[in-house]
């Protein structure tokens, strides 16, 4: 319910248009009623007149009579019945009268159908437009911890399937409940106000209705819940298919990730097999409610009619009344089941929403004004769950200073970086930016002064020019020509088919990997944060691209603050200070003769890795 509640603050902006939808339904149902009213002059006129019980239908309002002696009053369809009345007599007349209600009460209906129909819809695809923005919005601001717990392809699958499955409640079954119910309303006050005795005498038959629709509903939403899990599964399992390609068909694992898949489909096809099951069930048992009660209905009308209490057109039009009002039910209990299943999807919906983000701003948090003079780690401790990742960093980071980080895997490199970025907030202990506590500040005014380039290059599917300026359109060209050819990256990108206008989405996979970090390189010379973070920029790159990328990173160092992680020992030789992490402790600082003259784990680490390269590498800026 308030889940529900909270889907149609989505609509409320469009209230307007599905208040309109809804007012267009009703004006159907009356067109329906219109249709009813024919039934009886058609029965008890333009057919022999028989067995009438005038007694039963006397002081009733008779639509059509109203109507033929409304339009007969203002002379509207004078002519025409006048014409049908000479030609054919009385009875013709009627007839005529008849046709022509028909198609006007027909043409009435389609216009009002189609309104209906487009405006339900078109409030659908906005309130869905409106909520997919929305929750790709709180994804997007989330902190990394979230992505570390929520799989991508889990989260393409809720804004795609889950949203999706939400389109349709709101553009129409929403409206339709609302229509509906009005409907089923009227019909029954016109069942009662036809024949109050059989109207009762079916009322019995109600609680028979809600209880199988209640459990049918209840059911398909647990069976529609478990289904958006598993295509949440699936989605996952094909996203790291298809983005892994290489390795799996390097490793031949197709057959064995085409297996993985379909097995997740597996499971998805079990969880809406149960739901088909109970779909299918719903009518089959709501026919045979019907059945027994018209059996019923039947044999108590047989005697009012032998009774000379019933004439037949009356009990004629009551049927077909009733049978509006079936059909109008069986829709919604119809619709009651979809309700249910996208239910399912809206609770997995507002629950990723609402998933409190762990990285927030500081009410009334003010901006970190221009990096001057230092940064500063203080007693900082850090755990991404239970075990302790970071114990105790102190750290005074003056401006201009390059600062590597070194130590062997799982040492804790990375989390330290990622803390000064406010990528994790510090368990304990702070980190600060010439004396501002950075979670006192706003959050893109600490990460416009920050810098980042990684081992992974990600690079958007758009231009060349666009992925230096990323974000920024109004840069001039001449800039990001600066930026790239500072990153020693003009060379390639002005031999590529049509330069700076290249879309990557094409040439992004033609690009070596040097030369994909080369543009990333020069994404961070544009930007020209004061700040630079280099995580392992070179790490997965062959020793002559590692020399073009280590030029490009020397121009981008340049009169910055920086913190390099490398494997390799030999890039971070040059750094003003080593900082040797061990099991989430600094446990060496120094610089590069100091540390080796120290004999620690620095002289130990670079021994080791002396050893497996075999020589030094010639190039080194840092
Ligand atoms: P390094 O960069 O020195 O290789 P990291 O900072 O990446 O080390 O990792 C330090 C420790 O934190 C490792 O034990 C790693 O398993 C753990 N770790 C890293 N990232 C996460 C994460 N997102 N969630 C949980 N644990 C993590």
Known sequence: ?????????????????????????????????????????????????????????AGKIQPFDSIRRLLGAGGALAPLTSWAGRMRGESAGTLALIAAAIIVLFVLKGLFTYLASYLTRWTGLMAVRDLRADLYARIQRQSLAFFSDHPTGSLISRVVNDVGRLQKLVS????????????????????????????????????????????????????????????????????????????????????????????????????EKRAARVVSLTAPVLELIGAVGAAALFTYAGQRIAAGKLSPGEFATFIAALWMIYASLKNLVKINNEVQQSMAAASRVFELMDLPNRIREMPGA???????????????????????????????????TV???????????????????????????????????????????????????????ILFDDTVRNNIAYGRAGIPLEKVVAAARAAHAGAFIEALPRGYDTPLGEAGHRL?????????????????????????????????????????????????TVFVIAHRLSTVRRADVILVLDNGRIVERGTHPDLLARQGLYARLYALQFKDDGQEPEVSVL
């Open 403 to 457: 600062v590597a980080l070194v130590g062997s895997s799982g040492a804790g490199k990375s989390t330290l970086v990622n803390l000064l970025a406010r990528f994790y907030d510090v368990t304990s202990g702070a980190v600060l930016i010439d004396e501002a506590d950075i979670r006192d500040v706003t959050l893109p005014s600490l990460r416009r002064q920050i810098g980042l380039v990684t081992q992974e290059v």
């Open 512 to 560: 070596s990997l040097g030369q994909r970090q080369r543009i990333s390189i020069a994404r961070a010379i544009l930007k020209d944060s004061p700040i630079l973070i280099l995580d392992e920029a070179t790490s997965s790159l062959d020793m002559e691209s590692e020399a073009e990328v280590q030029i490009a990173l020397q121009n981008l160092m340049t009169g910055r």
């Open 366 to 400: 003010a901006d970190l004004p221009p990096f001057r003079e230092r940064i500063e780690f203080r007693g900082v401790h850090f755990a991404y769950g239970q075990a302790p990742v970071l114990r105790g960093i102190d750290l005074i980071v003056p401006a201009g």
């Open 1 to 57: 319910m308030k889940d529900i509640l909270r889907l149609l603050r989505y609509v409320r902006p469009y209230a307007g248009r599905l208040a309109a939808a809804v007012a267009c339904s009703i004006l159907i149902s009356l067109v329906y009623l219109g249709l009813l009213g024919l039934i009886q002059p058609i029965l008890d006129e333009v057919f022999p007149r028989a067995a009438i019980a005038p007694a039963a239908t």
């Open 172 to 271: 129409g079954d929403l409206a339709d409940i609302f229509r509906l119910g009005a409907v089923v309303l009227g019909q029954a006050a016109w069942l009662f106000y036809l024949n109050w005795r059989l109207a009762s005498f079916c009322l019995i038959l109600l609680p028979l209705v809600i209880y199988p629709v209640a459990r049918f509903g209840s059911r398909l939403k647990a069976t529609s819940r478990r289904s958006q899990e598993k295509m949440g599964d699936a989605a996952s399992i094909m996203k790291e298919g298809i983005t892994g390609t290489r390795v799996v068909q390097g490793f031949g694992m197709e057959d064995f990730e085409i297996g993985r898949f379909t097995k997740a489909l597996d499971r998805i096809q079990a969880a």
